[in-house]
Nanobody
Framework: QVQLVESGGGLVQAGGSLRLSCVAS????????MGWFRQAPGKEREFVAA????????YYADSVKGRFTISRDNAKNTVYLQMNSLKPEDTAVYYC?????????????????WGQGTQVTVSS
């Protein structure tokens, strides 16, 4: 069992930055690939970024490529999402997810555990 707790969301102006953190419980964090997803009101949950167990491979949605960076610190059981050059269309609840295999995925159905989410609001 893995429990995930996100933090770092908030209100920011367009062009600003935020860093989301997701802390995982348990001693097997390094065995999981991790992902970030987001869901805006009235929209489907969408993939944002993923990272494999070691941090050596990352994946991004085209909409965030070049602006967002996913990273992890296995010693701290934490995955991060650095978000720069934020746009109003990035406004959503952001969820952290853990996948019980070594490689990441853009498919939310492949993830086994989810956090409660953190709200990110970007004003224009």
């Amino acid at each position: 069992q893995v429990q995930l707790v996100e933090s770092g969301g908030g209100l920011v102006q367009a062009g600003g930055s935020l860093r989301l953190s997701c802390v995982a419980s348990g001693r097997t964090f390094s065995r999981y690939a991790m992902g970030w997803f987001r869901q805006a009101p009235g929209k489907e949950r969408e993939f944002v970024a993923a990272i494999n167990w070691s941090g050596g491979t990352t994946y991004y949605a085209d909409s965030v490529k070049g602006r967002f960076t996913i990273s992890r610190d296995n010693a701290k059981n934490t995955v991060y999402l650095q978000m720069n050059s934020l746009k109003p269309e990035d406004t959503a609840v952001y969820y952290c997810a853990a996948k019980a295999t070594s490689s990441g995925s853009a498919l939310y159905t492949r993830y086994n555990y989810w956090g409660q989410g953190t709200q990110v609001t970007v004003s224009s």
